[in-house]
């Protein structure tokens, strides 16, 4: 089954305490590319890759990381998270700019 | 990135075909149309794409006037479970494109009994 999947699934942590949200996809898309969704503010661009090793930032890169070492995974690093980081976190891929699949999301608290 | 303006909500009840309006009058001539769905907690679901004309599939249809400025989803006779929020985004789909797709706020379809 085509899918794109994050883990964990919920995650609560303590301020300045590193962390990593994994993504897999299965479809051997070319793009990946990470989302935070908070109310009001709708779903905004983290963190972008057009292939492996290209990445680029979104529209919110401050204070996240990512990598793209295999075409398969793109995880989403905070070196040091801070509560203004707590939200509802998606990773999508696709193939071409427009027809995106989305993970399941990652709810992460920041106390 | 051409900039969509939608309703923030909309209303309808069960059977009804509904048609939610995008506005993007800065809309490029390689930039496709493209329209997402999304439930509560979940990620959002591609639903349908085009860049001229009608696209149908088998869930909704999109309808693009000759000028391309604006976009109608169209949902025949919507049911409880097409309550979401739809997003309308305006960008790139060929190969080489950027992946940065600019979701807005979307319109929240709340369907009733």
């Keep these: 089954e085509a899918q794109v999947t994050q883990n964990p699934r919920y995650l609560i942590t303590v301020t300045g305490k590193k962390l990593t949200v994994t993504c897999s996809q299965n479809m051997n898309h070319e793009y990946m590319s990470w989302y935070r969704q908070d109310p009001g503010l709708g779903l905004r661009q983290i ?11 979104g529209d919110v890169p401050e204070g996240y990381k990512v990598s793209r070492k295999e075409k398969r995974n ?3 690093i905070l070196e040091s998270p801070s509560p203004n980081q707590t ?11 427009n027809e995106a699949f989305f993970g399941q999301g990652t709810r992460l608290t920041v106390v | 990135l051409a900039k969509t303006t939608q309703p923030i909500s909309m ?13 993007h009058n800065n809309i490029a001539t390689n930039d496709y149309i493209t329209w997402y769905q999304q439930f509560p907690s979940q990620g959002p679901r591609f639903i349908i ?15 693009i006037p000759a000028d391309r400025k604006s976009s109608t989803l169209s949902l025949p006779r919507v049911s409880l479970s097409d309550t979401a929020v739809y997003y309308c985004l305006v960008g790139a789909s060929l190969s080489g494109a950027t ?8 319109t929240l379809l709340a369907v009733q009994p």
């Design chain 2, 99 to 106: 992946n940065k797709l600019i979701f807005g706020t979307g």
């Design chain 2, 49 to 63: 794409q085009g860049y001229k004309t009608k696209v149908t599939n088998e869930v909704a249809s999109l309808f």
């Design chain 2, 11 to 23: 209303d309808s009840y069960e059977g009804q075909e509904v048609n939610i309006t995008c506005s």
């Design chain 1, 87 to 97: 939200s509802l976190y998606f990773c999508a891929s696709s193939r071409t700019g």
């Design chain 1, 47 to 57: 963190y972008y890759s057009m292939n492996v090793e290209v990445t680029d930032k």
């Design chain 1, 74 to 76: 793109f995880p989403l």
